[in-house]
């Protein structure tokens, strides 16, 4: 039979047994079950967090086992949610789930009215906005990670600028789901430069490639350790909020390099503005055709 207390046991001394309880009563929306949000998403399974609304709008495929961890040759052809959902129940059958398809848009002010915390696990603008705009109107945080060949998470409090208006995006007066192609170009642009002046991703990565997915010519690379190191990271921050665990993560996040053993955090004002022009002309160079 299952026991909560026994499958939770091995958490108590990283957490305490009133933390464990305040994980067990927790509700966290994770929107996007695949790569980083399906990581996420097993992380707080497993730490015993006692209520999830998952959502995504696709179905697992053969290119997705390289990352999802909740793909596999059974789950290839199910809808992504659901077949999460599914695996979920065999860790904790207690759990309590809301399940969501492409449907979420239209209960997103429900949803996290009602969640402790926001979990940013999709790649379209338009989905995060909405989230961002929801969380900030509800005063519910959001926990993200960056585009990045890096593994990086970000916390965006309530009282913190939205990364739309923290780096600049188009957007602020066009509803999520008007965007324009030339408005999610700049927009992901403008991630890219933020992750090129603040971190050492350049150096990590097939730039000419990069270029490529900059341009909109192929499809973003995705790799394994980055992925489920980014979904840990933004794993941890959400179990912080949830056990009231102070945390220095703040809106503009960090980037952990695990090929050069060490955290980049962000640079300060003056270099950062010697650094932007010339990450502008290389971004230029990499997306020229």
Not at 161 to 186: F, S
Request: glycine share 6%; aromatic share 8%.
């Amino acid at each position: 039979m299952f026991d909560y207390a026994e499958f939770t046991t091995r958490n108590i001394g990283f957490v305490t047994l009133a933390q464990q309880e305040a994980l067990r009563r927790a509700h966290v929306f994770v929107c996007g079950t695949g790569g980083m949000g399906g990581a996420v998403i097993l992380a707080l399974a497993r730490a015993g967090v006692g209520r999830l609304t998952i959502c995504d709008l696709d179905a697992f495929e053969l290119s997705n086992l390289n990352r999802q961890v909740f793909a596999n040759l059974a789950t290839i052809g199910q809808h992504k949610a659901e077949a999460t959902a599914d695996q979920l129940r065999q860790i904790n059958p207690e759990i309590e789930l809301e399940v969501l398809h492409g449907d979420w848009t239209d209960q997103a002010d429900r949803i996290v009215s009602c969640t402790d915390v926001v979990v940013n696990g999709t790649d379209d603008l338009g989905a995060s906005l909405l989230l961002y705009r929801t969380a900030k109107t509800h005063g519910k945080p959001v926990i993200d990670s960056y585009a990045s060949p890096l593994p990086s998470v970000y916390v965006t409090r309530p009282t913190d600028p939205a990364p739309e208006i923290r780096l600049g995006y188009p957007t602020a007066q066009t509803a999520w789901n008007a965007l324009t192609d030339d408005q999610r170009a700049v927009a992901f642009r403008a991630e890219a430069e933020y992750i090129l002046i603040h971190s050492a991703s350049a150096f990590h990565i097939d730039l000419d490639l990069a270029g490529e997915v900059a341009a909109g010519r192929r499809s973003r690379m995705s790799f394994a350790p980055m992925v489920l190191t980014s979904g840990m990271l933004m794993a941890y921050e959400a179990l912080n909020i949830l056990t009231s665990t102070p945390s220095k993560t703040d809106c503009r996040g960090w980037f952990l390099n695990p090929y050069r053993a060490r955290v980049e955090r962000p640079q300060n004002a003056l270099i950062s503005a010697i650094l932007r022009p010339i990450v502008r002309r290389k971004l230029a160079k990499m997306m020229a055709p």
